[in-house]
T-cell receptor, first 112, second 113 residues
């Protein structure tokens, strides 16, 4: 079945440093979604990318969808302590929008 | 005015017991889900319901039985609880074709002792 791989598993940075997490799918995705889960919280939807090569920005966060629609990345510029949490990518499993398959997530910790 | 609410937030119970978790969404979404998050934070889909109809049953043991009385509610009943069922269970909802992804509830932390 479809797999969504995400690296790194953990990332610790000093406040002000940049951070990037990468996501790769074993199959072409119709779309990819990104979520953030704060410690002790629930996943919160950040963004959805649909087009090949798409780049979207949300303040300090930049999301990219690969040309082949099999990989994606999330880049945070100048991290802040409020960025702490686990970032998940997710794509429709087996082509079904009713089955979002999540990557294992990247846990970001930020040292103030 | 919580969008997706699930109860209870915490559940501690003994092995062999039967328990239920309830979920309600007031977003008007047509699809609801149950996800299980294990201790390593891996989120795995269990069930998907679209307009009260079961769409996805992701090889979950028969001890888990979802019920959707209407498209705003999706409950999860678990029989004969086992230690391995300990996890955080998240309910979520979405609108087919919508650009806003899944909206998750705050989760139910189930501990089986």
């Amino acid at each position: 079945g479809q797999q969504v791989m995400q690296i790194p598993q953990y990332q610790h940075v000093q406040e002000g440093e940049d951070f990037t997490t990468y996501c790769n799918s074993s199959t072409t995705l119709s779309n990819i979604q990104w979520y953030k889960q704060r410690p002790g919280g629930h996943p919160v939807f950040l963004i959805q990318l649909v087009k090949s090569g798409e780049v979207k920005k949300q303040k300090r966060l930049t999301f990219q969808f690969g040309e082949a629609k099999k990989n994606s990345s999330l880049h945070i510029t100048a991290t802040q302590t409020t960025d702490v949490g686990t970032y998940f990518c997710a794509g429709p499993g087996g082509g079904s929008n009713y089955k979002l398959t999540f990557g294992k997530g990247t846990l970001l910790t930020v040292n103030p | 005015d919580t969008a997706v609410s699930q109860t209870p937030k915490y559940l501690v119970t003994q092995m062999g017991n039967d328990k239920s978790i309830k979920c309600e969404q007031n977003l008007g979404h047509d699809t609801m889900y149950w996800y299980k998050q294990d201790s390593k934070k891996f989120l795995k889909i269990m069930f998907s319901y679209n307009n009260k109809e079961l769409i996805i049953n992701e090889t979950v043991p028969n001890r888990f039985s979802p019920k959707s009385p209407d498209k705003a509610h999706l409950n999860l009943h678990i029989n004969s609880l086992e230690l391995g069922d300990s996890a955080v269970y998240f309910c979520a909802s979405s609108q087919e074709g919508g650009p806003h992804g899944y909206t998750f509830g705050s989760g139910t932390r189930l501990t089986v002792v």
